[in-house]
């Protein structure tokens, strides 16, 4: 009887084995087809339409946890109004008017100012720099943009009119990865490679001589990426690009002034003057001619405040690798013929409620490592549970109809 045993519990397991692999065959063409509509709708924007309001949930739930530490960065705005008021409606901006701006930034003592302003044009030669003002970054243009072989390659202007050379080592490129199917913001890099060799882009030019200055001490996680020749190796976390931690409200209560708020001759709604000791003030424009707009997952957001976002998120830590399309698709994949496999295992009520559970969580964990919206890896795992409470009402039918076809599983 013994010698007959072994032979039985093998037949078994490979019976269980085949079952399985019976299963995931039939789901296999459902979740080819949700993957290729996954692609499709990637590249026509339909995941963005649906990604703001589970961004805006996402914001929801941040909200009711413990405030992070007070923003380190202070925004301050050139609007339509203050281009019109305090700069006549020209572009470029008037480099005197331009001096006496950052003059008034300088009173409330900031440990850096940032310009985020285009001062490439000749005229800036003759700005005036005051050894009373903190170390300033200047945004510098990246330039006309060249392909050769290929490869896209940007010719960097001089910050001040080409005033002095010297001035581009404490500047960077205001450069973010914007989707090529989608034109939003998700991603930034720290440095690009240009006609100059390699450079910092301005967020992390910023980030840097902050982390010089303050020891910033979650930006100690962060490496190290320098200026070099164009072919110069380089850390991928550098050049890699990397997700934005959006947040909808900054914590910080004076976070974001009008430039027409802090100016010596202010009038009405005046912004006190108290010290910005240790913080970033950064000044910017959403002005309609910086045309600098940028859609974001959380909605349309000026490109000064897309650049603070990017500074908060290098001095937090740094922002996550997003994985490539392939791999993420593959990961979600994965996902679903794991879902594929709790239902072959659990009774079909049992697992209908494990899935309310496992869902949410696969989902969450796909964002997490991938870098991707949760609404990416949405569709396969509801397609993968819609498909097994299809596939059991439809054995039961046939079980109803056909004798003995429903106990097929």
Not at 38 to 51: A, K, N, Y
Not at 291 to 315: C, F, Q
Not at 358 to 378: D, E, M, N, Q, T
């Amino acid at each position: 009887m013994s010698r007959h045993k072994a032979p039985e519990r093998a037949t078994g397991v490979g019976a269980r084995y085949s079952a399985i692999g019976k299963r995931v065959l039939r789901a296999l063409p459902s979740i080819a087809f949700v993957l290729l509509l996954t692609l499709l709708f990637s590249r026509f924007s339909v995941f963005h339409r649906l990604e703001k309001p589970i961004a805006d949930f996402e914001m929801l739930i941040a909200g009711y946890m413990p405030a992070s530490a007070e923003s380190p960065v202070v925004v301050v705005d050139i609007t339509d109004e203050d281009y019109q008021t305090l700069f006549g409606g020209k572009s470029p901006l008037e480099y005197q008017k331009l001096e006496q701006l950052i003059s008034d930034i300088a009173r409330f003592n900031p440990d850096l100012i940032a310009v985020d302003i285009d001062t490439s044009d000749r005229q800036f030669y003759e700005f005036t720099i005051d050894n009373r003002w903190p170390p300033i970054v200047w945004a510098r243009e990246p330039g006309a943009l060249r392909r050769d072989a290929n490869k896209l390659g940007y010719q960097p202007l001089d910050v001040l009119g080409a005033k002095d050379p010297e001035l581009n080592r404490r500047s960077g490129l205001p450069m973010l990865v914007v989707d090529s199917n989608d034109k939003v913001a998700r991603t930034y890099t720290r440095m690009l490679r240009t006609d100059a060799g390699l450079l910092p882009t301005f967020s992390w030019a910023v980030v840097d001589l902050y982390r010089e200055r303050k020891g910033f001490a979650k930006a100690d996680t962060l490496p190290r990426c320098g200026p070099g020749s164009q072919d110069a190796p380089v850390p991928d976390a550098c050049t890699e690009p990397l997700v934005i931690n959006y947040i909808s409200k900054r914590q910080c209560e004076h976070c974001y002034f009008k430039a027409s708020q802090i100016g010596s001759g202010c009038k009405g709604d005046c912004a006190a003057v108290k010290p910005w000791g240790g913080k970033i003030a950064l000044l910017g424009g959403s002005y309609s001619d910086a045309e600098r707009s940028k859609d974001t997952p959380i909605g349309p957001m000026s490109g000064v405040e897309v650049l603070a976002n990017v500074i908060e998120t290098e001095l937090d830590g740094g922002g996550q690798h997003e994985l490539g399309l392939g791999l993420s698709m593959a990961m979600e994949a994965f996902e679903g013929l794991v879902l594929v496999l709790l239902f072959h295992l659990c009774a079909l009520r049992r697992a209908l409620l494990l899935s309310v559970a496992v869902i949410p969580v696969f989902a969450g964990l796909g964002h997490l490592f991938s870098g991707r919206p949760l609404i990416f890896f949405l569709p396969i795992l509801v397609a993968v549970l819609l498909f097994e409470w299809f596939l059991h009402y439809r054995q039961q039918l046939l079980g109803r109809l056909v004798p003995g076809k429903g106990a097929e599983h």
